[in-house]
């Protein structure tokens, strides 16, 4: 198919993109010239370009010469407060800040899709509109801004993928239902009365009290959710800096909350809340606790799905077009697919050297860049697929193409 070769020639040029990127990250909610830069390619193509969308995000539309229905697909940007060690020549400049996710590749991957397809424009049925969106990686997120800002207007139907170093190159990950979670977060302050250690006896010591916290929130996923049913409740800060002979006045606790099923969500804060306040009048101290929702679990559709796993088939360099497991992680995708329908996909990209593959959102995270070939030959495709009138396959049909 012609935009596959389109694509291959256009790889060098998302090398290039994506180590630029790399070399100049942005983090979320302060990003500048990374929707400058993405604005502009989109303009040197003759797409239509609005910035400042919901915030930082930009929106680029591909009219195509025949009438027909529209594509989103989407792409984030923003990076990670994180002080990159690795040793390659396209080393971020920017102290304390990397691409230790992958958004850099998203977004090279999206622009070469851009201008593939722009390169077809006169044979296309239908409008493509490219999102590119800000501030993926911190709540409250940009796609819930951009979407309120009319980036979903006119889309029928929606797309984006994940490169993901976790798992090897050449494999589409794809899941029907629930793919990520919903990651929700809270901050406990635990309030004692605080003293000289010598003399425990006339304090409140809210480390005891806040350790038993800890260890009493071990029984909301243990005993109280449904083992069918995926959850998680971990403790990721413990604050209670003092001498070493004081007894602390107060503890603050920070933690996160993932889960799949709001029913199940609704029923942890009710009892991490009740375990809390049991456990702190019990010991005759008080609390304050902050919860705050998070993205919502990313729930993929149906047809949507099955749609994508078929057009995946069609791609030479990949190998494996398999159902993926749920993911604990969070991903603000999930917002888009609350308005329109759709799915997410992982694609394959660990690195050739297994030994120095390192998980996402580490200070030595990489991926191979030969996935965005991968990811952009699959957005292409299944675009043109569900323009051209949504050939989908099913389950068994997709089965034997993968065989």
């Known amino acids: 198919m012609k935009i596959k070769a389109v694509l291959e020639?256009?790889?060098?040029?998302?090398?290039?993109?994506?180590?630029?990127?790399?070399?100049?990250?942005?983090?979320?909610?302060?990003?500048?010239?990374?929707?400058?830069?993405?604005?502009?390619?989109?303009?040197?193509?003759?797409?239509?370009?609005?910035?400042?969308?919901?915030?930082?995000?930009?929106?680029?539309?591909?009219?195509?010469?025949?009438?027909?229905?529209?594509?989103?697909?989407?792409?984030?940007?923003?990076?990670?407060?994180?002080?990159?060690?690795?040793?390659?020549?396209?080393?971020?400049?920017?102290?304390?800040?990397?691409?230790?996710?992958?958004?850099?590749?998203?977004?090279?991957?999206?622009?070469?899709?851009?201008?593939?397809?722009?390169?077809?424009?006169?044979?296309?049925?239908?409008?493509?509109?490219?999102?590119?969106?800000?501030?993926?990686?911190?709540?409250?997120?940009?796609?819930?801004?951009?979407?309120?800002?009319?980036?979903?207007e006119g889309v029928d139907v929606i797309y984006g993928t994940h490169l993901w170093a976790t798992e090897k190159l050449g494999e589409i990950l794809y899941k029907e239902g629930p793919l990520t979670a919903a990651a929700d977060r809270f901050e406990l302050v635990i309030q004692g009365k605080g003293g000289h250690g010598a003399q425990p006896h006339l304090t409140k010591d809210s480390i005891v009290i806040a350790s038993q916290v800890v260890v009493n929130l071990q029984q909301l996923v243990s005993r109280r959710v449904d083992p069918l049913d995926q959850a998680v409740v971990s403790i990721g800060s413990f604050d209670a800096t003092?001498?070493?002979?004081?007894?602390?006045?107060?503890?603050?606790?920070?933690?996160?909350?993932?889960?799949?099923?709001?029913?199940?969500?609704?029923?942890?804060?009710?009892?991490?809340?009740?375990?809390?306040?049991?456990t702190c009048l019990a010991a005759d101290a008080?609390?304050?606790?902050?919860?705050?929702?998070?993205?919502?679990?990313?729930?993929?559709?149906?047809?949507?799905?099955?749609?994508l796993a078929n057009v995946a088939t069609q791609v030479e360099e990949a190998t494996t077009i398999r159902e993926y497991k749920e993911q604990m992680g969070g991903e603000d995708f999930s917002y888009y697919l609350e308005h329109v329908p759709g799915t997410f996909f992982f694609t394959g990209a660990m690195v050739e050297d297994e030994a120095n593959a390192y998980p996402h959102h580490h200070p030595k995270f990489n991926f191979d860049e030969r996935a965005m070939l991968i990811a952009a030959k699959t957005l292409a495709l299944v675009t043109l697929d569900f323009l051209e009138g949504n050939k989908t396959s099913t389950r068994e049909e997709i089965a034997q193409g993968n065989s």
Not at 39 to 51: F, I, K, P, S, T
Not at 55 to 73: E, Q, S, W, Y
Not at 75 to 83: G, N, R, S, T, V
Request: contains cysteine.
């Open 242 to 278: 003092n001498a070493f002979n004081v007894i602390a006045d107060k503890v603050v606790l920070k933690g996160t909350v993932r889960t799949f099923k709001k029913e199940v969500q609704q029923m942890i804060k009710e009892e991490l809340e009740r375990i809390i306040k049991g």
């Open 9 to 152: 020639n256009l790889y060098d040029e998302m090398v290039e993109v994506r180590r630029h990127l790399h070399m100049n990250p942005e983090l979320s909610f302060e990003e500048v010239e990374t929707p400058k830069f993405i604005a502009e390619y989109h303009r040197n193509l003759g797409h239509e370009v609005r910035e400042q969308v919901g915030g930082r995000g930009v929106v680029a539309i591909l009219n195509g010469a025949k009438p027909g229905k529209t594509v989103g697909l989407r792409a984030d940007f923003d990076a990670l407060p994180i002080q990159e060690q690795n040793d390659v020549d396209y080393k971020s400049k920017v102290d304390g800040v990397m691409h230790a996710c992958g958004h850099d590749g998203h977004t090279a991957t999206l622009l070469g899709v851009a201008k593939a397809l722009n390169s077809i424009k006169d044979e296309l049925e239908g409008r493509v509109v490219f999102i590119h969106q800000h501030a993926e990686e911190m709540q409250p997120g940009g796609a819930i801004a951009m979407i309120e800002d009319g980036c979903l």
């Open 286 to 307: 008080d609390y304050t606790l902050n919860y705050v929702d998070g993205y919502p679990a990313t729930i993929n559709h149906a047809k949507e799905t099955l749609q």
